[in-house]
């Protein structure tokens, strides 16, 4: 019912400046090992269409989810440099950086250099004709520039606005640069993360980028749904920023400190109030997870594992007591542990309800049945590239067949097309942006 609202309300407000067939021009690549459809109509959000200036990873993120599910995605890069994540190698695909290829697939990429006049005015025609608007440029930057948001709301009223920064528009580190790696650190997460003694690790993949971008999808699906039924447009206060991603993730250790005043700790891969809830070693060295989240798994456990007088023993029959009594249970589970191998371990526990797994390398995982079987690695041919594999989307809808594929732009690669199709510049206008340096177009 909201997406048939929604398409309504789109098509219905922009049914003259929205030529169904130019909306409709997809050219999406042959091959790829999920079964998708190269027909945007068939994403919830066929209809949507995002102006993203953002770059690296938590814009990108974001709108490249929004491309997953139908919505025409508009990248905007710098002339001559573009994304700051088309560097981050080795390793590199022909030219492309696998780090740009992963969070960048279903865009358009256009190549416009915002402060000069014609590339300023650019952004401000495709903000007319756009519904989202996604920036993560230090705060005031755009405004400067006269691209903040109260000018573009003065030109769209009806736009949804997501600025993302690293620590927030306001306050004490407003002018900071603010990245995942700093963020996590101040924010909480590399406290918590690393062996229990040691040092702390930071996490292995950019998580609270990652998360900013799901929670700036989501806080825009919900704006396009508030304005389904207002009309208005509005900004998302995404832009209270990485920081307060991060904080919020921090869930129970902050609860633990806010409320019980317990301070966090490292504890590897174990945690503070769970018992047993981490990795053990095995016969042959590899490494078994183990998380028995409540007293009835625990006694399934025991009693898979040969060990069934652990239910009965007093210090282990609730998980309060598990926890205080954390060192003597496991040093009991690891000596049966390392009986077997991982093999054996993972037979035996396969018909059970305890929650396990081994800890599984790229290889691994990319070849895990299960992952195999959830068609998680998707793969579309690239111009420059051949074909190109990342890991695929994990939602699907069970009234659309698929999403609309296509490979992460080149840089450019869709300047004159845009311009043309959807602002419907002349090829003179756009080769005077060009030599006034105000666009680049692939060769």
Not at 61 to 70: N, R, S
Not at 114 to 130: A, H
Not at 142 to 159: E, F, R, V
Not at 414 to 434: A, C, P, Q, S, Y
Request: net charge negative; with cysteine.
């Amino acid at each position: 019912m909201f997406r048939k609202g929604l398409q309504n309300l789109l098509f219905s407000r922009r049914e003259a400046r929205w030529p169904v067939s130019a909306r409709n021009a997809v050219h999406d690549p042959p091959g790829c090992c999920r079964s998708l459809s190269s027909d945007v109509s068939n994403g919830p959000l066929h209809g949507v269409r995002v102006l993203d200036i953002s770059r690296i990873v938590a814009g990108p993120f974001c709108t490249m989810l929004l491309g997953d599910l139908g919505a025409e995605v508009i990248k905007v890069e710098q002339p001559g440099q573009g994304d700051d994540t088309r560097t981050y190698g080795p390793p590199f695909v022909e030219d492309q950086a696998c780090y740009y290829l992963a969070v960048n697939r279903n865009k358009k990429g256009i190549a416009v250099n915002i402060k000069t006049p014609g590339g300023k005015q650019i952004i401000q025609d495709l903000v007319k004709k756009s519904d989202v608007f996604v920036e993560n440029f230090p705060p005031g930057k755009l405004d400067k520039l006269g691209l903040g948001y109260k000018d573009l709301m003065s030109l769209a009223p009806s736009l949804i606005h997501c600025s993302v920064t690293g620590f927030g528009p306001d306050g004490p580190y407003a002018d900071r640069p603010g990245i995942d790696l700093i963020v996590s650190a101040i924010g909480g997460l590399i406290h918590t993360t690393g062996p229990e003694g040691g040092d702390p690790c930071s996490v292995g993949v950019a998580i609270t980028d990652i998360c900013t971008g799901l929670y700036a999808k989501g806080a825009i699906t919900a704006a396009l749904y508030h304005r389904e039924k207002t009309g208005v447009g509005q900004k998302i206060e995404c832009d209270r920023d990485l920081l307060s991603t991060q904080v919020s993730l921090l869930t129970h250790h902050a609860a633990n400190y806010l409320s019980a005043g317990l301070e966090s700790k490292r504890l590897g891969i174990g945690r503070q109030s769970i018992v047993p809830y981490q990795d053990f070693q095995t016969k042959d060295g590899q490494r078994l997870i183990i998380g028995a989240v409540n007293d009835f798994l625990f006694k399934v456990l025991c009693k898979v594992i040969d060990l069934n007088h652990l239910a009965d023993d007093d210090r282990f029959q609730t998980n309060e007591k598990r926890v205080l009594n954390k060192t003597d249970l496991v040093e009991i589970l690891q000596a049966r542990f390392s009986e077997e191998s991982l093999a054996d371990w993972l037979e035996l526990l396969g018909g059970t309800r305890v929650p396990h797994g081994p800890i599984q390398s790229m290889d691994q995982v990319f070849n895990d049945p299960q992952v195999i079987h959830n068609n998680m690695i998707l793969q579309m041919e690239h111009a420059t590239t051949g074909s190109v594999k990342v890991a695929g989307p994990a939602v699907t809808y069970s009234s659309n067949s698929g999403f609309q594929h296509r490979p992460p732009p080149r840089l450019g690669e869709h300047t004159t097309e845009v311009l043309t199709d959807t602002l419907g510049m002349t090829h003179e206008h756009i080769e005077r942006l060009k030599i006034e340096g105000a666009i680049a177009c692939e060769s």
